[in-house]
């Protein structure tokens, strides 16, 4: 199996004593202890503004419900450049110049695809997605 | 100004045929500005004792609406099959698994955009940090 760790490290002097948090893991098939995640697919792209986009498409039943993870980075550097995530049309959140976001991803049905929207300008994206496996659409 | 860092490695030396390692670091800011996050809930645990249920872990209303708010999530539980549900809104965004942790932007886009949580089993426990625009 592939053994690939996500460490999460959150340094934060808002709290006093100030917060040190560390947590790593292992990305592991939905259920298991043994048997990790052992396909990624990862990208780099420009989102322009004005249209929603699907930066992953749900439609794939063999990752329906499992333990797939993630990854976005905002590499845009002005500080009022953002992107909105929605699921199935759900806003989630926004994901401004230089923030990152790791999450679980269950692809629950045909429709929860990951989406995508840039405001303010062009925006640079980098995505990471680990999962169980992926079915390739003939062509 | 409150300073607060979140940073991702994300390693693998048998995924690919070439390493994998990337870090990334992000200084949690608010909106449009290069200003720190000043508001947190601190770091916290929900044990849901009470069977099955769906548990509203923040509720949209409570908070400023399409703003930077970052969640912390992380699944303490060590059965490898015992996981959380999390929903947004009523729509599933992942399965987080015994062990697994996400970061999570948030907006609270309106007032029906609860963070809810469903454990797979009774007596699990969650640990969470909401960073507050």
Partial sequence: ?139 | MATTTATITLASTDLLSDELNLTSSATLTAADTSTGITNTSGLSRKTVTGGHGQYTLFDGSDYTADKAHKLYLKNISTTAAEFFLITVNSEDIGRLYAGDWALIPWSAHDNDCDIKIDPSANDMTLEYMLFVD
């Avoid at chain 1, 052992?38 to 986009?53: C, H, K, L, Q, S």
């Avoid at chain 1, 953002?82 to 401004?96: E, F, K, N, Q, S």
């Fill in chain 1, 1 to 139: 199996m592939a053994t690939t760790t996500a460490n999460c490290t959150i340094n934060s002097d808002l709290l006093q004593p100030n917060l040190n948090a560390s947590k790593t893991s292992i990305l592991m098939k939905g259920g298991t202890s043994s048997d990790g995640l052992e396909f990624m697919d990862m990208g780099y792209i420009e989102v322009a503004t004005g249209t929603n986009f699907d930066l992953l498409n749900a439609d794939n039943a063999l990752n329906k419900d499992k333990a797939n993870k993630v990854y976005i980075s905002n590499e845009s550097t002005d500080e009022t450049y953002y992107v909105i995530i929605t699921i199935d049309a759900t806003v989630i959140g926004r994901l401004y110049a230089g923030d990152w976001m790791f999450i679980p991803w269950g692809a629950e049905d045909a429709n929860a695809d990951i989406e995508i929207q840039a405001y303010t300008g062009t925006n640079k994206i980098t995505y990471a997605y680990f999962h169980e496996n992926r079915t390739l659409t003939s062509a």
